[in-house]
């Protein structure tokens, strides 16, 4: 597991990830991994991550059905920053975001304030239920 | 400022940021801001991060030419990553990595380690010198 060792991880052993949509090319989302949850990802195929919030594994679409086929996992020039190229899974269109959006980036900055410019696709009180 | 009081900065006072060019939808590279650098990230339109390893902020380009022109802000559903669109200036195909490659993803996982598979385009000791 050499390719493991290569990584920088961060003071918690977490490395962040940034998951990109293999078709549209949008970035989904970003979160992190720990070893394990690296070497999860590369074995099943399919995006594993450490939540943070819960102090455990978590493999995406595990609740949700949302699953990320993982086609690429990419490395930084620092040796500390993961790029994975997904598909997004379990809806059409494709749903990576909690809320129920397609991508977790759905505020954007104008004039000065935040606005919401990507529509909820499925309540979350479905997807989570 | 209040669309900057909206995010929920780390322990050290830093938001992890993302870089996307705008016409190849490639990531570029992955940075932190600290609030005065993205409070100038929006009021120049070029993208300023903080430097670490530097301590100090970074007017990305500000040796290299290689200025990044920032066409949108995104912030995640978190309220804790953002998500810049850009267009990577001073060098034609572009070049946003230290190492004189286009992007700093450019590591790809195969068979177990790391390959380079992305070459560099401009020479780093031309590039900063």
Redesign the interface.
């Known amino acids: 597991?050499?390719?493991l060792d290569?990584i920088k991880w961060d003071r918690d052993g977490l490395v962040?990830v940034?998951a990109?949509e293999a078709g549209s090319?949008?970035?989904l989302?970003?979160a992190f991994m720990n070893r394990t949850a690296l070497q999860e990802t590369?074995r099943r195929g399919e995006a594993v991550y450490w939540s943070r919030s819960r102090g455990r594994l978590w493999h995406k679409g595990e609740e949700s059905g949302h699953v990320q086929k993982v086609h690429?996992?990419?490395?930084?020039?620092?040796?500390d920053?993961v790029?994975l190229s997904v598909t997004q899974q379990g809806h059409d269109p494709s749903i990576a975001?909690?809320?129920g959006?397609h991508s977790?980036?759905?505020?954007?900055?104008e004039d000065?304030?935040?606005k919401t410019v990507e529509p909820v696709l499925k309540d979350p009180a479905e997807i989570y239920k």
Request: with cysteine; glycine share 6%.
């Open positions: 597991m050499g390719w290569s962040p940034i990109q090319r949008d970035v989302m970003f590369a690429e996992i990419r490395l930084d020039c620092d040796n920053v790029l975001c909690h809320t959006r977790c980036f759905f505020q954007r900055l000065g304030s935040w």
